[in-house]
Structure formats: structure tokens, C-alpha cells
């Protein structure tokens, strides 16, 4: 009896010495769901299943999504919510002014029929993904309707909201989950309104035929994102749709203390503002274009800064970047990678809890299709978890882990 005892306590030391050092669970919303002990099979491993309060998108081409493959089969298999990498930008959805074009359903149609959870909308104001039309509006002669060109603007903005959300929230479209209700279940309503140092984007400066300047904010003023914001949840509203979820999304709340500081205040100013007594603003997007090196205790400040406004968190591009090493990459480069795939996965589960959680999206599927990868066709970068041929990286398996394991008392 007693050496039985003395076996199990061995094996007891032994087994705890394997497993990661703390698993201690700091968010009593989130459930204890494993460890690296309890190996699943790789067939097991899917993404949107490693845990029930994250919901995992990805960020999808509709050029690729049609062809039959390994792209299309890992979209299906391992994500529950789908956001448009481009295609249901400004310029491609008003093309030309006044003329919409809604007639690719390829997000949509796979969502349907393969039963994913939801579609995030990416994005209705934006200084960049703009249509040439807009652009030459900023000093094209006004039509006499227009007294000023903020009035211009403001009937382009209101226009184009409008009617965005009322195509996707069409009582009569056939894109609706289980429950009746429409697929669009979110949409960023304004994206990267800020700069690094935290001020509006205003003055146009050109770089690689960009404009990092915004014309709605040179045109409309800084009012322009409260009346997006309220647009966007008119618009809604008209269309009876009270669930619709309204995010701000922008990125660098990690390397910019002043940007956090400047999306808090201004987050918390839009939620004082209502529409049928209803805030016009309901989440962050936390865009996570982050790279190996980025600093974890600053992710935890700002997921822990952004979560106290109560708003819904969206970590909604994320990607990895290697830091453009070049091939072949190392195994040091891969190594950091994984790992902070794990990290930001678990900092999110951590410092959000679940009921403010909008999910995880990474920014396109593989390597082969993400905006990071090639420069002038030579892969210069590797920033998701999936390679060039979307074989499953060592990354993948840590994201998953980072979803399923419990979380370490260190991060
Ligand atoms: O990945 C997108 C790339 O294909 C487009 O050329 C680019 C401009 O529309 O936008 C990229 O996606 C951006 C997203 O819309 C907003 N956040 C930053 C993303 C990466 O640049």
C-alpha cells in the first residue's frame, strides 16, 4: 500500500513536471480545457472547435474562395465567421457613384451552405479602399445641391452606409443563420481613423499611391465617424435589425500608447451617443498586425484598457509577422512565431471576458494569400499559420493550443 503510494506520488511529480509550469485559470469565465498532455489526434484540431466562447474567423479572397482546394477546404473546415480581405470595401462596392454592385455572393453563399456562424463587414469608412469618384469630389466643382463639401461628403457617407447595411440586412435575403436572422451579423464601421501618434488622420501625404491622410475627416471634419456611427445604426434599425454589432477597428494599440489612449477616449465618447436609445457604437476592433517581437505585457495593457470601456472586443486581423528575414527562415524566427500565436490567443482569453468577446480572425487563411508574403513574387514573410502550399504550420497548433490549453498565471 505504501509503496503504491510512493509510485503515485512519483507519477504525480513526475506528470506535473511535463505539463506547463501554472495552470491556473485567472477568468472565471473561461473554463479549464486541457493540456498538452491530452493529446488530440491532428484530425481533431479544428480551430473553430478548440473553444466554445472564441469564435475564429479568417479574413477571405473571393477570387480564391471559388476554386476547390486546399484554401477553400481549410476556410470550411476551421473558421465560424468569414470578414472580406477587399470585397466589400468602398471601392468595390460603389464602384461608380451612385451605382452599387452587391451581385458577388461568394462569402455569403459559402457561409450559407456550409453553415458558418457569421459574416463581419469590412469596412463602410475608410480613408483607403476608396473609388476614384470620391477622390475627385475633394476639388470637382460642387453641384448646386451641395453648399459646402462637407455637405458633399456627408450625403457620399450617408448614402453609402445606408445602403450597404440595408443590402445585407434585407429582410428578404436568403443569408440568414439558423435562427432567421441575417448572416452580417457586424460591421467596422470606421477603420484607422487615427495615427500612430493618436491624432486624426487628416493631411493627405501620398506614400506608394495611397493617401495616409483621410478625405472624410479633410471634407467632413472630425464629426465624420459619430456620423458614420449613427448612419450605420439608422440604417440598421430601418431594417429592424436591433442586433447588428457596430465596431471601430484600427491597429498599433500595442507599439502606441498614444493611439490607445486616443481610440479609448474616443470609443467612450461614441458611446455616449444613442439612437433609439441605443449606443452607436458596440465593439473595437483590435486589428493585431502584430510581429514576433512584439511585446506581450504591452498586448495584455491593451486588451486590458480596451476591455474596460465594456465594449465587445474583436481581435480582427491578426497576423504574425517573421519581420521579413527573407528565406529560408529560421527555425529561431518560426519558433517566436508559434509562440506568440499561442500568447496573444491566450492574453485575449484572459483579459477579455467572454461575454465581451467577439473573437479571433486572422488576416487571410495561409501564407500563400496573405497582403504580408510577396514582394515582387519573392516571399519575403510568413505571417499566418499555414504555409505557402497551406500545410499547417507549427503556429497553427500553438494558435489551437492557445484557444484550448488553460492559460499560465505568467502571461
Ligand atoms: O489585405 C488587404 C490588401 O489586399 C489590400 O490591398 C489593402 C488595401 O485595400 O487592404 C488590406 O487589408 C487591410 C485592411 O483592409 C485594413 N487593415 C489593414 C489590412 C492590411 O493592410
Known sequence: MRNQFI?????????MGCTKPSIKNENPSEPLTGN??????????ILQNANPNVMVGAAVNINLLPQTGAYRDLVIKHYNSLTAENAMKMTALQPQEGTFNFSDHTIE?????????????????????????????????LPPAFPTRAAKFDSIMSRHIRTVIANYDNPASIYKD????????????????????????????IVNGVDKGSIWYRTIGKLYIEKAFTYARMAAEAQGDTGIKLFYNDYGHDYSAKKLDSIYKMVMALKQITVNGKPIIDGIGMQFHINI???????????IKMASTGLLIHMSELDISLNKPGLPFSSTVLNLQKQKFEDVAMLYRKYVVAAQRWGITTWDVGDNDSWLTYSNGVQVDGATVYDINYVKKPAFYFLYDGLYLAIPASL
Open 109 to 141: 453563399d459559402v457561409a450559407l451552405n456550409y453553415g458558418l456562424k457569421r459574416i463581419h463587414g469590412h469596412t463602410l469608412v475608410w480613408h483607403n479602399g476608396l473609388p476614384n469618384w470620391i477622390k475627385n469630389w475633394e476639388t470637382a466643382a
Open 36 to 45: 498538452r498532455l491530452v493529446a488530440l489526434a491532428d484530425t481533431e484540431k
Open 293 to 303: 517581437n512584439s511585446s506581450n505585457t504591452n498586448i495584455k495593457n491593451a486588451l
Open 178 to 205: 439558423a435562427a432567421g436572422k441575417p448572416l452580417m451579423k457586424s460591421w467596422d464601421v470606421v477603420n484607422e481613423a487615427l495615427d500612430d501618434n493618436g491624432d486624426y488622420r487628416s493631411t493627405q501625404n
Open 7 to 15: 509510485v503515485a506520488l512519483f507519477l504525480g511529480v513526475v506528470y
